[in-house]
């Protein structure tokens, strides 16, 4: 198993088959996919495992980015994973009706993924295992010998009630190694290069109330800014970009009127782990770009700022 040493990514595929084969035995596994890498590489690594015996849920909880639910579904069932899409958004906007804490919103998405995942997998007969992509640095920061930085909901978020038993092959792996391994299990490009994004979705990145028509909102600012950076070459530099909107409106002028609208705020990192992590320095012409864009593509946003704050002392997403 990996020890710390530079990871042979062909020798750790080996070594883990092996080990979830004995682990699990014949028995059926679920698994959550999120869309991204993480639980992507986790779901190859069991399928290789045990076929057909792994059951993936991809929960639509109304928080990914535009068109995600049914890109990577697509995509998911053309690698040939066993994989049953789910659309649960109402139940998520349910649950966070009136919550505007970080955390306690953070926990009712948690809880809610929990309750749907739940109702899925007691679907799937003789379901024993929980595979999860939970890597190492979700594990270093939520148990920090200086308390909880943030509750990462696919840490310790799992009610033993489940009745699961654990799987979770990448656990001492970092990022850029889950990479190396989707890379020689022969995950497409696109898919590894796909930037990091959080359990809980563009529901950390709404500060404030969420609701369909604020998320919304997200949705197309987000769309708006990965695509000025896919087409300027800057996302594959890049380790993680985000739109946030934030929880105040601004006085504005659009088509010659005084508007009070939305503020979104613009981010983007460069990291190794996660654990800290550096802005990036974005030209100001392609930043003044996209905040035209957005102004004018996305109604109910008048003003763009963009964050210039590192981890620490800030943290990557802003809830
Ligand atoms: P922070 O904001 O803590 O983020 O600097 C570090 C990395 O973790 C992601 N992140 C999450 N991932 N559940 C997740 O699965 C979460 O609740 C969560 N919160 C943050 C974040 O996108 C970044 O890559």
């Known amino acids: ?17 092996a080990q979830i084969k004995e682990q699990v035995g014949g028995d059926t596994v679920v698994l959550g996919l999120s869309g991204g890498v993480d ?37 998911y069932e053309g690698m040939g994973l066993n994989v049953i899409g789910v659309r649960a958004a109402d139940r998520f906007f349910a649950a966070c009706k009136g919550i505007t804490d970080p955390e306690l ?16 997998a007691r679907k799937v007969k003789d379901a024993k295992w929980l595979a999860q992509g939970t890597i190492w640095p979700d594990i270093a920061e939520s148990f920090s010998d200086k308390g909880t930085i943030k509750s990462h909901h696919n840490v310790g978020g799992l009610p033993e009630d489940l009745g699961f038993e654990l799987v979770e092959p990448l656990k001492y792996l970092y990022k850029f190694e889950v990479r ?9 490009a696109h898919f590894l290069g796909r930037h990091p994004f959080p359990g809980p979705g563009l529901g ?9 028509e604020r998320i919304h909102i997200l949705q197309e600012a987000d769309a708006v800014f990965i695509d000025a950076l896919r087409r300027e070459g800057l996302y594959d530099k890049i380790w993680q970009a985000a739109v946030v909107l934030l929880p105040v409106r601004s006085t504005g002028i659009k088509d010659g009127r005084r508007s009070f609208d939305n503020v979104v705020a613009l981010r983007a990192v460069n ?8 802005v990036v320095t974005l030209p100001v012409e392609f930043l003044i770009k996209v905040a035209q864009e957005i102004v004018a593509q996305v109604d109910g946003v008048n003003r763009v ?6 981890k620490p002392p800030a943290t990557i997403e802003w809830e």
């Open 1 to 17: 198993m990996y020890n710390g040493e530079k990871l042979n990514p062909k020798q750790f595929i080996e070594e883990s088959i």
């Open 39 to 75: 639980s992507t590489v986790t779901a190859l690594l069991v399928d290789k495992a045990i076929g057909h015996k792994l059951v993936c849920i991809f929960v639509d909880h109304g928080l990914l980015r535009k068109n995600e639910f049914e890109e990577v579904l697509a995509h």
């Open 105 to 120: 919103k953070r926990k009712a998405i948690g809880k809610t993924f929990i309750d749907v995942f739940a109702d899925e």
């Open 180 to 188: 190396e391994v989707g890379a020689a299990l022969g995950l497409n």
């Open 204 to 212: 950390v990145r709404c500060l404030g109330e969420l609701t369909p």
């Open 271 to 278: 990291s190794v782990d996660a654990v800290t992590a550096e």
């Open 305 to 310: 700022v963009y964050d210039v704050t590192p």
